[in-house]
């Protein structure tokens, strides 16, 4: 290549282009040098010095400056430079105890910790795990099985004056024993069913607490799978709140108890602390309890049946405890009672602890356990009270029952004494007018009544029964499988002033709507079809009498409580709106029966607390509160949350409960509850029989009391309830009679001295919708009702045999739940049903109220008749 041809050499610094930048820089000092190009120390990405000259480096190119940027920078030999970005970082100054991020590396070397780094923190965690298990291994005692003996107090309850009512707990019903009078088949009964590695484990379970930390974390639950050892400490040392700390507590005492104690002496304790239901702690106090002896003369079948209920005595005793869940009924818990021991005695044999021809003897008879007895101080109507508070204590709050009966609480309860008095001397007294236990007809008769504030909703009295001391034990008061009768009819009128029919387009209906009073009436669906039974002939509606009542005003048939009106005006407005009604009111709706045509009878079994609180919310113009029974907790003086009044609820607007109450007042001024009227003061109520007078009921208020009263027979043996024809030397007893003549009496005592402030005036609501085949009306200037019958028909015996179960309708709706089949239908109508509403002494809560969107539609409606079709007054 020619010499003219060649490139000039480009002078250092990057070239031409560099030096115009020079130039333009020293003379405008527009342009800046390239970064790295000046020398400068204070330059962004330092120059540094190079060898022991010093010279400056710079640049051939922008290119390769900017790679130099990217690169850091010319690397740094000394502290001269201040360096950035990934280089190098300098030599700290003072040498640093964990050197991180590293100092002598580049880039994410920097921030990778080192080998020692790590072992050294492993090291250090470690270390403070064993020191923290050290220290809570040395802080905590071994617990001894005479501390829950020494701390056991009684729970003291207040009536709601604050005056004591009864001091109660399990501090009289424990006694410890020692391991050699515990037989042997005790032991190894509970190490067989809960911890058959008793003799070999360390007395901890770490993957049961594992399980139980991580269901705590998910708000589950963290019972169970725990060892002999930790049940021991639970039972002696702890509090049952579910928290973490609690649960680390139990390990170490555990693992200390494993290392201090003998196996045999943490067996002694667990079984003498245990608790094992009716008040008993401790194998020698539950011997005594269940089978009148000592615990060292306990069979291996009694042996079996005591370990049996440590699974949880409430629903493993045979007598039942439904004053505490109702699903603890007698028949039930025999049968998880007897499974449970038959297994226990197969595990022991399995075991190698029974021999063959012990394990025949031990299974030959279920060991039935003696009958419940009272309490000391658990008499008469303090007995219900006691159970009935305790329940709602226990389903306010996070106490376990054993916890609860170690003691130590104070209860302020709701219970006014005079009003309680009042009740059971008014069921005494008339009792005694009427029933004459010699008779064969008028044994086994019971009563069960309860009083509810309005606008409250504070339980201020009720009966539950003979009381504990005559053997009686289930709460009447607060308990389940009564029917209701008739005196569900309010529900089905408030549901079509609210609703409407399916013919008014969601317009209310008006009390003056006639509709067909006689008897014998077919049914029929909203689209004309009938209702039919099972066999597909059409299912006839009974009233009580054949009386021909014709087109008769839904206000006199509420009045002389007659059936087949409500029951069509139920198809009419839409089961399900009636029951909508009835929960938004207070009734549980696990009470209910099926939604077929019966639904509108009264066929549902709430309890009378629950009655009493939903009738309530008639007085209070629409205003419903939850029941309840105690207003404050305390343990060992601290007051515990959780006790708050429920709040108080618009149910259904203020007219309709208004327009009801003017309804039930005619009830007792012209209709079934005359009797009511000696009260001498503006009340309302209503009255209810069930088919087969089988039961009978009276609720009624005031505006200050809602009190309802329920009376039946029922087979002590079968728990089945029986007829109440002929009792008390009538061809039938009817709500009218002796429950209205109970409710007077006490609503005598119970308001003496206080106001009558009357009812609101109830505005006019509704319109006309007369039923099928009703007379067209003619307009006048004012409704007026037809006059009373000259002869109102006397009650005739009730039907003894329930009309035939209807088909399932046509018109129910598919994803109606509660539209069941007819096999459904039957069940919750006696004790045996399926009923657990009302159980609770007002613990559990009715739904807030909400609108119904389906006015006068007909789901679950298209059901007819039920076991009690014939349910009258």
Request: aromatic share 8%; net charge neutral.
């Given at each position: ?453 309005p606008n409250d909703g504070a339980i201020v009295a009720l009966y539950g029964g003979a009381g504990f001391e005559n053997g009686h034990f289930n709460n ?398």
């Open positions: 290549m020619s010499e003219h041809r060649r490139k000039p050499p480009q002078p250092q610094g990057g070239g031409r282009a560099a030096a115009r930048r020079g130039q333009s820089g020293s003379s405008s000092g527009r342009r800046a040098a390239p970064r790295g190009a000046t020398g400068s120390p204070s330059d962004s990405y330092g120059s540094g010095s190079r060898g022991s000259g010093g010279e400056d480096h710079t640049y051939g190119s922008r290119a390769e400056a900017r790679r130099a940027a990217q690169r850091g920078g010319a690397r740094r030999a000394g502290p001269a430079g201040p360096g950035r970005g990934r280089g190098r970082a300098a030599p700290p100054a003072k040498k640093r105890v964990i050197d991180y991020p590293r100092h002598d590396k580049d880039g994410w070397r920097r921030w990778t910790p080192s080998w020692k780094l790590v072992s050294g923190l492993c090291i250090a965690f470690f270390g403070s795990l064993v020191a923290v298990a050290g220290i809570g291994y040395a802080m905590v005692s071994v617990p001894d099985e005479g501390h829950a003996a020494a701390t056991s107090e009684n729970n003291v309850y207040y009536w709601a004056d604050g005056t004591q009512m009864v001091a109660t707990g399990s501090g009289q019903n424990r006694q410890n024993v020692t391991i050699d009078r515990i037989p042997e088949a005790m032991q190894w009964a509970v190490i067989s069913a809960e911890n058959k590695s008793f003799y070999d484990d360390s007395g901890v379970d770490p993957m049961g607490i594992a399980r139980a930390l991580g269901n705590m974390v998910r708000g589950g639950d963290t019972q169970g799978g725990s060892t002999i050892t930790q049940q021991f400490v639970k039972n002696t040392y702890l509090s049952q709140e579910q928290t973490i700390s609690r649960k680390f507590k139990e390990m170490f005492i555990s693992i200390k108890v494993g290392t201090k104690l003998s196996k045999d002496e943490i067996l002694q304790g667990y079984l003498n602390t245990s608790y094992y239901g009716r008040g008993a702690y401790g194998i020698q106090a539950a011997a005594q309890t269940y089978y009148g002896k000592d615990a060292v003369k306990l069979t291996p079948s009694e042996c079996a049946f005591l370990a049996a209920l440590l699974k949880g005595p409430t629903y493993y005793d045979p007598a039942g405890n439904q004053n505490l869940d109702t699903s603890a009924t007698a028949d039930a818990n025999r049968k998880r009672s007897e499974d449970r021991w038959g297994w226990i005695l197969e595990q022991m044999h399995g075991d190698g602890r029974l021999t063959d021809a012990e394990y025949q003897e031990a299974t030959k008879k279920y060991p039935v356990p003696q009958d419940r007895k009272a309490i000391k101080g658990m008499t008469g109507q303090i007995s219900y009270l006691v159970d009935t508070a305790k329940r709602y204590v226990l389903k306010n709050s996070d106490i376990t029952e054993a916890q609860f009966d170690q003691g130590g609480y104070q209860i302020t309860t709701t219970f006014e004494k005079d009003k309680v008095d009042a009740l059971a001397r008014a069921v005494k007294k008339v009792e005694k007018e009427n029933i004459d236990p010699k008779r064969e007809l008028d044994k086994h008769v019971q009563f069960g009544a309860a009083t509810v504030k009447n008061a607060d308990t389940s499988g009564i029917p209701v009768g008739s005196t569900w009819k309010p529900y089905v009128m408030a549901a079509a002033m609210q609703h409407g029919t399916y013919k008014t387009d969601g317009e209310g209906v008006s009390p003056q709507s006639k509709y067909n009073g006689d008897d014998n009436l077919e049914v029929r669906n909203n689209d004309g079809s009938l209702v039919l039974k099972k066999d597909n002939t059409p299912f006839r509606q009974k009233n009580e009498s054949p009386y021909p009542w014709g087109y008769i005003t839904l206000r006199k048939a509420m009045e002389q409580s007659v059936n087949t009106p409500f029951v069509q005006l139920g198809m009419d407005v839409g089961m399900k709106n009636v029951a909508d009604v009835a929960e938004r009111s207070g009734i549980l709706k696990d009470s209910f029966a099926g939604l077929n045509a019966s639904f509108a009878l009264g066929t549902s079994t709430p309890s009378a607390i629950r009655m009493a609180d939903s009738y309530a919310t008639f007085a209070a113009s629409g205003k419903q509160a939850d029941p309840y029974s105690v207003t404050s907790v305390k343990h060992k003086g601290t007051e515990l949350p959780g006790f708050a009044k429920p709040r108080i609820k618009q149910a259904m607007p203020e007219n309709v409960a208004n327009n009801i109450t003017d309804m039930l007042e005619n009830v007792i001024e012209n209709g079934t509850a005359q009797h009511a009227k000696e009260l001498g003061r503006a009340a309302a109520g209503k009255t209810g029989t069930t088919d087969e007078n089988k039961s009978a009921w009276f609720v009624g208020y005031t505006k200050q009391l809602s009190t309802s009263v329920a009376m039946f027979r029922e087979d002590p043996k079968s728990h089945k309830l029986l007829s109440m024809n002929g009792t008390a030397g009538k061809d039938s007893i009817h709500g009218g009679d002796i429950p209205t003549e109970v409710w007077t009496e006490f609503m005598k005592a119970a308001l003496k001295g206080e106001p009558d402030p009357g009812f609101p005036e109830a505005e006019k609501i509704g319109e006309i919708a007369d039923g099928l085949g009703a007379p067209t009306p003619t307009p006048t200037a004012t409704e007026t009702e037809e006059p009373t019958p000259s002869a109102p028909p006397s009650p005739t015996k009730t039907e003894t045999t329930a009309p035939p179960e209807p088909t399932q309708s046509e018109t129910c709706d598919p994803f109606d739940f509660r539209c069941r089949d007819d096999e459904e239908e039957t069940g919750g109508t006696g004790p045996g049903g399926t009923d657990t509403g009302g159980t609770d002494g007002g613990a559990s809560s009715s739904p807030d109220p909400t609108e119904s969107g389906e006015p006068g539609n007909s789901r679950g409606g298209g059901n007819g008749g039920g076991l009690f079709g014939g349910t009258a007054d």
